[in-house]
Every structure is written in structure tokens, then in C-alpha cells.
């Protein structure tokens, strides 16, 4: 499909957008300071073996041990996934768990140096995946320097166009040196296909000197080009009408690649100079904002909701304010909401860079063609997406599983971090819930707290409710306990937080022989000193004349018995 490219090269960050049919379908990121790792090449060294999971960990020189599973270990030198998905990534050559292949511990020993390749970022908890397969992607080919064979692209129709391709690289290849024809490749001429073998063998020649001359262990042996190279490589194609860049610097070095590793017909590269920035003058930054958000509309009325779990990408499809209009049945109003939206979630798969286990959710259909024609709808729109995705038939409870090939963070995990306040539930107590905690412990405190008065300290939204609807039920249980109740709000504390304290003068309390204070009440009394402004409800006593709260506080600090109940704070981040 025809698209355009925008570039926006920033101090710190250098972001790029695919224009197609009106919408941005791809959004790559990358910043200074985190540079992708996948595609890179290392000299590493096994640390653990584990026969148990038939993988290893492999220390490369990252923050955490990189993964390697035996299927993607070349012991062997076999020449199995000569396949290219489309994107640029070989076939890793697994065989399946079952298969014929060798035990990790009959081919790898900790402490042995190998040298690996990158095939998936880090994500969350876990390191990097790799393999020992080493591949190197072109614009129209990917080298296999340990292969000597010549492989097509699956998703290339047409027995004659794959032995055209074919016959074009083995008359060209050093005979050495193995490559897949990726799906770009289809109708280009043999012009093409020489700048690339010739690009690549270079590349390679380059990486085994770096390979002699490199002693240290861990190392990086070889790394990916920037964005906005990779750009020209991995995005543009005979459908890009343009690519617009707003960096001098970037423009030229782009320039410099077209004419150096690219044939006729060359892509459009434009320097754009204008005083508004580019992603806003294309309203790209909107897109990236939307892109964040947990609700998409569609413009039937419906909309979708996109609930990204530890396991699961759960996307749920709803009619929202859609009705049918006249002339429609409910099954009619069904069918078409289904419809937008599946072209819509693969546009939201593609845009957000989802990836895993998704779960679609479709709106129930009673007749099967129906649910048919939807998932038609989803198979020609996930055409135009270069990741490797897996789907399944619509349920007869209207949920269609599908996988789809996750290399990298999505959108959400690039641009955002967990909120600092619910930690990533996306949920709080709420303050009643708090508030009824508090009447709870109220009479547990009294039993270790020795202070003539109480100090209830928490969120202003927790003491709203306890000086304002529940007064009476503060009233009553000042009665029963016996002292007078000061109602603190602290702005300072997690919404999820309260404190019970004693003030005043010391009294004593009759405590049962047997009893011991439960060990979420056993807290010290605090050392910080409390806020101007204690609020005191009305009716509900005064802290003690003539002596200040905090001097009760301090004199409290020397007893031996614990002085006051603090409900555990949240961690925070």
C-alpha cells in the first residue's frame, strides 16, 4: 500500500511515523540513551546451563543475562528456516520441543565463549532472547553467513517470480555465504539485488575482522545502524512516495546511503525546514497521544477498549452509541460494528506495536456467515502487517484468539512507566473503604495506645468523610472508646495510608494477661513532627490544655510499650 515516511530527529530521541491510508500504522522510537540491542551481534559467554528448560544464560554485557534456547543454538550447522516472514527475520530453526535436536548440555558448558545475535529486546523482567544463527538483514535480502543456500520468502506468490529471484542470487552470491529473498524483493530488478549482496558481503567481511581483533569478553561486535537508516532499509519500499526528514545532519547521512547501497529507482528524500514542527504539522503527535489511551472510537458511534495484562492483550468491541439507524436489524448493527472494528484493531495491533496473546472480543453474531465475513475482514487487514501473527476462528462465544510476534516494547511500555499512586492496579481503596478501615481499628488501638486522646491522621479525602456524612459514626465510637478523637488530614500521605496516634497525658489501660498487640498495630509512635492545622471535629474533644500535642509525642517516643498503630504504608516506586 502507498504510505509516506516521517522522520523527526530530536536531541534525544529520534522517532518515525508510516503514513498509509490516512493513518499512522507504524510508530518507531528510539533515544540516545536506550538504543535498541536486536540485530546486534555479540561475543558473549555462557554463565548457567540448565538441562532442566534445555536453555542457557549467556552474559553479553547487559544488565541482565540474555536467554538462549537450544532449538535456536546452530551446533549443528544445519541449514533449516531458509524462511523470511517479511520483516527481515530469518526462521530461528526450531524444530519444536519434541523434535530431533541435541541436549543444551551435550553442546554448551558454562564459561564457554560464543558468539550470538539479538533476536528480541529485553522486556519487563526478562533479558534478551538470542541466537546463535547470526543473520543480517538487507533492503531486498538477509544474509546467512553460515549457510550456503538460497532461500524465498514464503509470503512471495508465484513459482515463476520465486525461481526468477532465486536464479538472480545464485548467480551473484560468493558461494560461501547463504540469503533469504525477503517479500520487498518481489519484482525488483537484478540491479537491486547486486547493491544489496554486495553491501551485505561487506558488512560481513567487516564483522569477522572485528571478530579477530576483539580478545575481551562480554563485547559488541556489531550493531544496528540508527533509526533513521534503518528506515531506509526496513520501511521504505517501491510503495514509499516520500520520506521527510527534519534534521540537516540526518538528511545528508541518508542521502549518503541511498546513493552508496541503493539502486534505481532511489526513494524521495525531502529536507523539511519549516518552522512547524513536522509531527505537528501532520498531526502525528495527536495520533501518538490517542495511541495511549485505553478507549478508540470508531466512527460508527462504537468504540473499543484495549486492556493490555501481564498474560493477555484483552480488546473488547462495543456499539457503543451506534444504533443501526432505520432499516436495520440488530443482527445488521452487529455485523457492522464487527466489521470497522476489526479493520480498526489491526490497525491498533500495527500502531501500538501489541503483541503475545490478544483476546478480541467481538460483539456476539447468531449467523455464521456473519461471523465468516468478520473474520475475512480480519485476515485482509492483518495482510498489510509485516509482524508474524497466528489467528484462529471466531468462537461460537464471539472471541477470536490470535498471537502475533512481539520483538520490541509496545507504544504504552516505550512511553509511559506504572502509576506511582496504584503501582499499576489502576484501582485505590476507595476513601469509604478507608474510612471503615479506620472504625475497625479504632477499638484495637485503644487497648495499646496509652495517650488521653487519639490522633487519626490520612488522606483529606479519607477525613472528609469522617468529619463530614460519618460524624455521628465518629461521635459513637468516641463514646465507646472512652477519649477524645482529633481528625488529622494529611495531604502529605498515600490515599491508601491512615495513621492512629496517642496524645496527651498518659493514662492507664486495662490489658488483658494473655493478650499480645497483633503485629500490624506494633508500630512506634511517630518521630516526625506533626503538621500545623490539626483539625478537631466538633463535640469530639480537645487535645489536652496547657501541654502541646507534640510534646505528648516526645515524651511518648521514651516509653517502652508501643505508642501508636499505623496501618503499613505502600510501597512506593
Given at each position: 500500500?502507498?504510505?509516506?515516511?516521517?522522520?523527526?530527529?530530536?536531541?534525544?530521541?529520534?522517532?518515525?511515523?508510516?503514513?498509509?491510508?490516512?493513518?499512522?500504522?507504524?510508530?518507531?522510537?528510539?533515544?540516545?540513551?536506550?538504543?535498541?540491542?536486536?540485530?546486534?551481534?555479540?561475543?558473549?559467554?555462557?554463565?548457567?546451563?540448565?538441562?532442566?528448560?534445555?536453555?542457557?544464560?549467556?552474559?553479553?554485557?547487559?544488565?541482565?543475562?540474555?536467554?538462549?534456547?537450544?532449538?535456536?543454538?546452530?551446533?549443528?550447522?544445519?541449514?533449516?528456516?531458509?524462511?523470511?516472514?517479511?520483516?527481515?527475520?530469518?526462521?530461528?530453526?526450531?524444530?519444536?520441543?519434541?523434535?530431533?535436536?541435541?541436549?543444551?548440555?551435550?553442546?554448551?558448558?558454562?564459561?564457554?565463549?560464543?558468539?550470538?545475535?539479538?533476536?528480541?529486546?529485553?522486556?519487563?523482567?526478562?533479558?534478551?532472547?538470542?541466537?546463535?544463527?547470526?543473520?543480517?538483514?538487507?533492503?531486498?535480502?538477509?544474509?546467512?553467513?553460515?549457510?550456503?543456500?538460497?532461500?524465498?520468502?514464503?509470503?512471495?506468490?508465484?513459482?515463476?517470480?520465486?525461481?526468477?529471484?532465486?536464479?538472480?542470487?545464485?548467480?551473484?552470491?560468493?558461494?560461501?555465504?547463504?540469503?533469504?529473498?525477503?517479500?520487498?524483493?518481489?519484482?525488483?530488478?537484478?540491479?537491486?539485488?547486486?547493491?544489496?549482496?554486495?553491501?551485505?558481503?561487506?558488512?560481513?567481511?567487516?564483522?569477522?575482522?572485528?571478530?579477530?581483533?576483539?580478545?575481551?569478553?562480554?563485547?559488541?561486535?556489531?550493531?544496528?545502524?540508527?533509526?533513521?537508516?534503518?528506515?531506509?532499509?526496513?520501511?521504505?519500499?517501491?510503495?514509499?512516495?516520500?520520506?521527510?526528514?527534519?534534521?540537516?545532519?540526518?538528511?545528508?547521512?541518508?542521502?549518503?546511503?541511498?546513493?552508496?547501497?541503493?539502486?534505481?529507482?532511489?526513494?524521495?528524500?525531502?529536507?523539511?525546514?519549516?518552522?512547524?514542527?513536522?509531527?505537528?504539522?501532520?498531526?502525528?503527535?495527536?495520533?501518538?497521544?490517542?495511541?495511549?489511551?485505553?478507549?478508540?472510537?470508531?466512527?460508527?458511534?462504537?468504540?473499543?477498549?484495549?486492556?493490555?495484562?501481564?498474560?493477555?492483550?484483552?480488546?473488547?468491541?462495543n456499539t457503543g452509541r451506534y444504533t443501526g439507524g432505520k432499516g436495520r436489524n440488530l443482527e445488521d448493527t452487529i455485523l457492522k460494528t464487527?466489521?470497522?472494528?476489526?479493520?480498526?484493531?489491526?490497525?491498533?495491533?500495527?500502531?501500538?506495536?501489541?503483541?503475545?496473546?490478544?483476546?478480541?472480543?467481538?460483539?456476539?453474531?447468531?449467523?455464521?456467515?456473519?461471523?465468516?465475513?468478520?473474520?475475512?475482514?480480519?485476515?485482509?487487514?492483518?495482510?498489510?502487517?509485516?509482524?508474524?501473527?497466528?489467528?484462529?476462528?471466531?468462537?461460537?462465544?464471539?472471541?477470536?484468539?490470535?498471537?502475533?510476534?512481539?520483538?520490541?516494547?509496545?507504544?504504552?511500555?516505550?512511553?509511559?512507566?506504572?502509576?506511582?499512586?496504584?503501582?499499576?492496579?489502576?484501582?485505590?481503596?476507595?476513601?469509604?473503604?478507608?474510612?471503615?478501615?479506620?472504625?475497625?481499628?479504632?477499638?484495637?488501638?485503644?487497648?495499646?495506645?496509652?495517650?488521653?486522646?487519639?490522633?487519626?491522621?490520612?488522606?483529606?479525602?479519607?477525613?472528609?468523610?469522617l468529619l463530614g456524612e460519618a460524624t455521628s459514626s465518629l461521635q459513637l465510637v468516641q463514646e465507646r472508646v472512652g477519649r477524645p478523637l482529633?481528625?488529622?488530614?494529611?495531604?502529605?500521605?498515600?490515599?491508601?495510608?491512615?495513621?492512629?496516634?496517642?496524645?496527651?497525658?498518659?493514662?492507664?489501660?486495662?490489658?488483658?494477661?494473655?493478650?499480645?498487640?497483633?503485629?500490624?498495630?506494633?508500630?512506634?509512635?511517630?518521630?516526625?513532627?506533626?503538621?500545623?492545622?490539626?483539625?478537631?471535629?466538633?463535640?469530639?474533644?480537645?487535645?489536652?490544655?496547657?501541654?502541646?500535642?507534640?510534646?505528648?509525642?516526645?515524651?511518648?517516643?521514651?516509653?517502652?510499650?508501643?505508642?501508636?498503630?499505623?496501618?503499613?504504608?505502600?510501597?512506593?516506586?
Amino acid at each position: 500500500m502507498r504510505n509516506e515516511i516521517f522522520v523527526n530527529v530530536g536531541l534525544r530521541e529520534t522517532r518515525v511515523a508510516v503514513h498509509e491510508a490516512d493513518k499512522i500504522v507504524e510508530l518507531h522510537i528510539e533515544r540516545a540513551h536506550e538504543r535498541g540491542v536486536v540485530g546486534g551481534i555479540y561475543k558473549g559467554r555462557v554463565t548457567r546451563v540448565l538441562p532442566g528448560m534445555q536453555a542457557a544464560f549467556v552474559d553479553i554485557g547487559l544488565e541482565r543475562a540474555a536467554f538462549l534456547y537450544v532449538g535456536d543454538y546452530r551446533a549443528d550447522l544445519d541449514e533449516t528456516g531458509l524462511e523470511d516472514e517479511g520483516n527481515g527475520d530469518a526462521g530461528s530453526g526450531r524444530r519444536g520441543r519434541n523434535g530431533n535436536q541435541p541436549q543444551i548440555e551435550d553442546v554448551l558448558a558454562e564459561g564457554r565463549e560464543i558468539v550470538v545475535q539479538v533476536s528480541k529486546e529485553p522486556l519487563g523482567s526478562k533479558g534478551a532472547r538470542i541466537t546463535s544463527r547470526v543473520s543480517l538483514p538487507g533492503r531486498h535480502l538477509v544474509l546467512m553467513p553460515w549457510v550456503s543456500r538460497v532461500g524465498v520468502s514464503r509470503r512471495i506468490a508465484g513459482d515463476r517470480e520465486r525461481r526468477r529471484l532465486r536464479a538472480i542470487v545464485e548467480k551473484l552470491r560468493p558461494p560461501e555465504l547463504g540469503f533469504i529473498v525477503r517479500t520487498v524483493s518481489h519484482g525488483v530488478s537484478e540491479a537491486d539485488i547486486k547493491a544489496d549482496i554486495d553491501y551485505l558481503a561487506n558488512l560481513w567481511e567487516g564483522i569477522q575482522k572485528r571478530l579477530t581483533e576483539i580478545s575481551e569478553v562480554p563485547s559488541l561486535i556489531h550493531s544496528e545502524p540508527t533509526l533513521h537508516l534503518r528506515v531506509l532499509r526496513d520501511l521504505a519500499t517501491g510503495e514509499t512516495r516520500q520520506i521527510f526528514v527534519d534534521d540537516a545532519d540526518a538528511y545528508g547521512e541518508m542521502q549518503e546511503f541511498v546513493q552508496h547501497f541503493m539502486a534505481a529507482p532511489r526513494p524521495r528524500i525531502t529536507y523539511y525546514d519549516k518552522q512547524q514542527p513536522l509531527f505537528d504539522a501532520r498531526h502525528i503527535e495527536n495520533a501518538i497521544e490517542g495511541g495511549l489511551g485505553r478507549k478508540v472510537f470508531l466512527k460508527s458511534g462504537g468504540h473499543l477498549i484495549i486492556d493490555p495484562s501481564e498474560a493477555l492483550t484483552a480488546i473488547d468491541v462495543n456499539t457503543g452509541r451506534y444504533t443501526g439507524g432505520k432499516g436495520r436489524n440488530l443482527e445488521d448493527t452487529i455485523l457492522k460494528t464487527n466489521l470497522e472494528a476489526a479493520r480498526e484493531i489491526v490497525h491498533q495491533l500495527r500502531f501500538r506495536n501489541i503483541g503475545g496473546l490478544i483476546i478480541l472480543d467481538l460483539i456476539d453474531m447468531d449467523i455464521a456467515a456473519n461471523r465468516e465475513k468478520v473474520y475475512r475482514a480480519l485476515t485482509d487487514a492483518l495482510r498489510e502487517d509485516k509482524s508474524r501473527v497466528n489467528l484462529l476462528k471466531i468462537s461460537e462465544l464471539g472471541l477470536v484468539e490470535m498471537t502475533r510476534k512481539r520483538t520490541r516494547e509496545s507504544l504504552p511500555q516505550q512511553l509511559c512507566e506504572p502509576c506511582a499512586t496504584c503501582e499499576g492496579k489502576g484501582y485505590l481503596q476507595s476513601p469509604e473503604t478507608i474510612s471503615n478501615k479506620i472504625f475497625r481499628e479504632l477499638p484495637k488501638a485503644t487497648r495499646y495506645l496509652r495517650g488521653s486522646s487519639l490522633r487519626i491522621a490520612a488522606h483529606p479525602k479519607v477525613t472528609d468523610i469522617l468529619l463530614g456524612e460519618a460524624t455521628s459514626s465518629l461521635q459513637l465510637v468516641q463514646e465507646r472508646v472512652g477519649r477524645p478523637l482529633i481528625v488529622d488530614p494529611r495531604i502529605d500521605f498515600h490515599p491508601e495510608q491512615y495513621e492512629i496516634s496517642s496524645v496527651g497525658p498518659q493514662i492507664e489501660i486495662e490489658t488483658e494477661p494473655a493478650a499480645e498487640a497483633p503485629p500490624d498495630l506494633e508500630t512506634s509512635a511517630p518521630d516526625t513532627v506533626e503538621p500545623p492545622g490539626t483539625v478537631v471535629p466538633p463535640d469530639l474533644g480537645e487535645p489536652m490544655p496547657g501541654e502541646p500535642a507534640q510534646a505528648h509525642e516526645d515524651a511518648l517516643a521514651t516509653e517502652e510499650t508501643p505508642e501508636a498503630t499505623e496501618a503499613p504504608e505502600p510501597p512506593r516506586p
